[in-house]
């Protein structure tokens, strides 16, 4: 199926996706307390457009590929990035990752609700059992609250 997202047109496979992200490891891989946030804070991890999104691709956004965490920022929300594979590729718009040679910029787009996103070919860290399949990586960036209980961590 075709979709359109923010500037791109994609094609892709949402079934042959939650499929995939079914036969995935349910246990987070890193448990630094950051991770252990984002996962506790569940639902409030995105705003619902990046849920209508994840759902309209078949990601399951419990499962994200990698988490980076740069902090926390005025408003007392953590920033956090990460992507997500899907199956599928971009038909129109222009590949977010720009640059050569292992260094560049990744160009987001904003969505409603504060996310940003950004959609590249260039795919990083993908589970085996994407290997066999067209694969594009969704790049993130959202605002979490801090969930845990105890001390936040000082970034």
């Excluded at 609700?113 to 589970?127: D, F, K, N, R, V």
Aim: hydrophobic content about 45%; overall charge negative; charged content about 15%.
């Amino acid at each position: 199926m075709q979709a359109a997202i923010a500037t791109w047109l994609v094609e892709c496979e949402p079934s042959a996706t939650r499929s995939i992200y079914a036969a995935l490891p349910t246990v987070p891989s890193c448990t630094c307390a950051e991770c252990r946030n984002f996962h506790a804070a569940a639902r409030r991890s995105f705003a619902p457009e990046m849920y209508a999104l994840f759902t309209l691709l078949g990601v399951d956004p419990t499962k994200p590929a990698e988490l980076c965490h740069w902090g926390r920022e005025p408003s007392g929300l953590y920033l956090t990035g990460g992507w997500f594979h899907f199956v599928g590729r971009i038909l129109e718009g222009e590949d977010a990752v720009q640059g050569s040679d292992g260094t560049g910029m990744i160009k987001f787009q904003a969505l409603p609700g504060g996310a940003e996103l950004a959609l590249t070919m260039h795919i990083s860290l993908l589970p085996a059992a994407f290997r066999d399949v067209s694969v594009c990586q969704l790049e993130f960036h959202t605002r979490i609250p801090w969930v845990l209980p105890g001390v936040e961590p000082a970034l």
